[in-house]
Nanobody, 122 residues
Framework: QVQLVEIGGGSVQTGDSLRLSCEAS????????MGWFRQAPGKERVFVTA????????DYADPVRARFFISRDNAKNTMYLQMNDLMPEDTAVYYC???????????????WGQGTQVTVSS
């Protein structure tokens, strides 16, 4: 059974940093592209960032580019999202996702975590 567990959400102030982790089990982690999506209150879930299987290729949505950084440790079956200079508009539930081929920005990926809440107050 595949499980993706997001860890590290919380409440922070504008300008703070936060790191999320996604711990994967039940799959060959190094064979999967990984990514993060987020869903703000009253809005649809949207793509944030993705990383390929070996960690050499990354992609970012424009609102987070140069503030958020995705990485992975295949030896630990874990993906990370370093979020810097957080703003109130980053408030959302953040979801981890995995796909055998590549992370699709339209959300049609193989597996999803349950999400973790990130709240940024001004």
């Amino acid at each position: 059974q595949v499980q993706l567990v997001e860890i590290g959400g919380g409440s922070v102030q504008t300008g703070d940093s936060l790191r999320l982790s996604c711990e994967a089990s039940g799959l060959s982690f190094s064979s999967y592209a990984m990514g993060w999506f987020r869903q703000a209150p009253g809005k649809e879930r949207v793509f944030v960032t993705a990383i390929n299987q070996n960690g050499r290729l990354t992609d970012y949505a424009d609102p987070v580019r140069a503030r958020f950084f995705i990485s992975r440790d295949n030896a630990k079956n874990t993906m990370y999202l370093q979020m810097n200079d957080l703003m109130p508009e980053d408030t959302a539930v953040y979801y981890c996702t995995a796909d055998k081929n590549f992370v699709s920005a339209d959300g049609r990926n193989d597996y999803w975590g349950q999400g973790t809440q990130v709240t940024v107050s001004s």
